[in-house]
């Protein structure tokens, strides 16, 4: 340090405005050997000797305490770059080039680039790098930023690997447990059930059980006054405005989809892109680390089943604002098997009705894949009720006298054609799928741009959705959900139906699995319990 010293003095009389910038990142902390040496207190000492030492005039010191090295989206960073802009600054000090940044390519634009064209001279303290000298230093600062930008991605990587392999042994490492949890005190690793909590996750699972869509149980929450996670965690931090005295449908969708509540440890459901890169992706589901039974569940896998199906046919309903009838969502193509669409309502020749439309007609009907299937839905409506009325009071009769009749009309013999037409519909979308992330991955790359980006990839969401819809239809129509035999609760719900003056969607959720509509008009009705299942042509 001493030579460069003295070579510093020969240079010319530029009077020097010096910024000092420090930065202390997590991962520097974690290393107690590192963590003295790269202390705030201890890069300020070294930099302010160096400034006196040399006469230099110091205008700023810019501590970016926290921050990763491998981006720049730093504050005190950006507030150095633009007091660089503003003219107030012409030399840039750090302790070594780390500290600028740990990502080669960014790091090596600034010394090479960036500064000397805003007539900055930046020094590299311990690295001996001069942007101002023609020293042999210099030709290294690429080299060792290199090094630098190893250091992380090695780092990164060990910790990664740490990390899965914990996860792998169903051990808890995401640091604050989920809502109804608590982590162990005794075993940091460990998941325990949070008494207050707990009962809240119940609640809302059982809400969903009883057929209430996301809002509805939002409004109970509200008006019995349960508190939000946030409310009881009372978490000193910042958080969307949303986020914080209400309950939404993000937290309620979130708590209701987690399989941890099962008892099963379920993690790396998210990742970053990389570990330059702060955005997180969600995993695909077969990245997914779970591990059974590690800790007390909450609720029962039953239920846990129950609900996703419930939620199935509740979401997608992409006719929900115009018209929410009792079996929408659940009425599907006889012939394409595709989820029925309405039109119609107050626009166009239709004078308020709105009509079923077979959503691959709907897309494709210059193709002439299926047909419309057209029905006006508040006549199929009728006709459904009717139909079920008539087949719930056999049902009854029959359960109430002997075993009763299973007709179920095997409409599946071809099953063969459907697993090979499933076959291919996993496979494409398989594809798509890989092509989204390609493109995500051009993106950040920019090798394209947003927009183009934005296009391709509703489109490719679009038809990633269609082909779930069908892929999950014809696992339906494979294996049959044998969501149980439990004849007393299917009497129950059917003696409620059948009691109520108005048909209710819930019930009608619970029983019917769903309901196919043939060209021809007739309706092939599925239910949720096997007993049930009778086929009518009628
Ligand atoms: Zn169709």
Redesign the pocket.
């Known amino acids: 340090m001493e030579v460069l010293t003295n070579v510093l003095n020969k240079v010319s009389e530029i009077v020097y405005k010096v910024a000092i910038y420090i930065r202390l990142s997590k991962e520097d902390e974690k290393d107690d050997k590192e963590k003295d040496s790269e202390s705030v207190t201890n890069q300020r000492n070294i930099l302010l000797k160096f400034v006196k030492d040399n006469g230099y005039e110091l205008v700023d010191i810019y501590i970016d305490d926290g921050f990763t090295g491998t981006n720049f989206d730093r504050p005190e960073f950006k507030r150095m770059i633009k007091d660089i802009e503003l003219g107030k600054i012409n030399m840039v000090i750090t302790k070594d080039l780390s500290r600028l940044g740990r990502d080669y390519i960014t790091t090596g634009e600034y010394v090479e680039k960036w500064f000397p064209k805003h007539n900055v001279r930046y020094i590299s303290l311990l690295d001996g790098v001069d942007t101002m000298l023609d020293t042999t230093n210099n030709e290294i600062a690429p080299f060792k930023a290199i090094i630098n930008d190893m250091y992380s991605r090695d780092n990164s990587k060990k910790i990664k690997a740490a990390l899965k392999s914990k996860q792998q042994e169903g051990k808890w490492v995401g640091g604050c447990a989920p809502f109804g949890y608590k982590v162990n005190p005794n075993d940091k690793n460990h998941l325990v059930i949070n008494e207050e909590e707990a009962p809240i996750v119940r609640k809302i699972f059982s809400l969903a059980l009883e057929g209430k869509s996301k809002n509805q149980i939002i409004n109970q929450l509200f008006n019995e006054k349960i508190p939000t996670p946030t409310q009881i965690r009372n978490v000193n931090r910042t958080f969307k405005y949303s986020e914080l005295g209400y309950w939404n449908t993000t937290t309620i969708r979130s708590i209701l989809s987690n399989e941890l509540y099962t008892g099963d440890m379920v993690q790396n459901r998210r990742s970053r892109i990389s570990y330059k890169v702060r955005n997180i992706v969600p995993n695909d589901k077969s990245e997914w680390i779970i591990v059974p039974n590690t800790h007390e569940p909450i609720i029962s896998r039953k239920d846990f089943q129950e609900v996703q199906r419930i939620a199935k046919v509740n979401t997608g309903l992409r006719y929900e604002k115009k018209i929410r009838g009792v079996f929408d969502g659940l009425i599907y ?1 006889g ?2 098997k ?1 989820r029925m669409a309405l039109q119609g309502g107050n626009g166009g020749h239709c004078h308020g009705h709105y009509y079923t439309i ?4 709907r897309k494709y009907s210059k193709l002439k894949l ?2 419309s ?1 057209s029905y006006n839905f508040e006549k199929l409506e009728n006709k459904i009720i009717e139909q079920l009325k008539e087949i719930f009071k056999d049902y009854i009769d029959e359960s109430e006298t002997t075993n009763n009749l299973i007709k179920n009309k095997d409409k599946l013999n071809d099953t063969n054609d459907l697993s090979s037409n499933l076959k291919k519909i996993e496979k494409s979308l398989e594809t798509k799928k890989r092509n989204l992330d390609k493109m995500y991955i051009d993106k950040l790359e920019g090798n394209i741009e947003e927009e183009q980006y934005n296009r391709i990839k509703n489109k490719l969401n679009d038809e990633i959705r269609e082909l779930e819809d069908k892929k999950n239809s014809i696992i339906e129509s494979i294996y049959d959900n044998d969501l149980s035999n439990d004849n007393e609760k299917c009497i129950a719900l059917v003696k409620e139906f059948l009691n109520m003056e108005e048909p209710s969607r819930e019930i009608a959720v619970r029983l019917i699995k769903r309901i196919e509509l043939h060209q021809d008009k007739t309706i092939d009705i599925y239910f949720n319990f096997k007993k049930l299942n009778i086929l009518s042509d009628s």
């Not at 077979?358 to 007609?361: G, L, M, Q, S, W």
Request: proline share 0%; glycine share 0%; net charge negative.
């Open positions: 193509c012939e394409c595709s077979c959503n691959t007609y299926c047909t299937h």
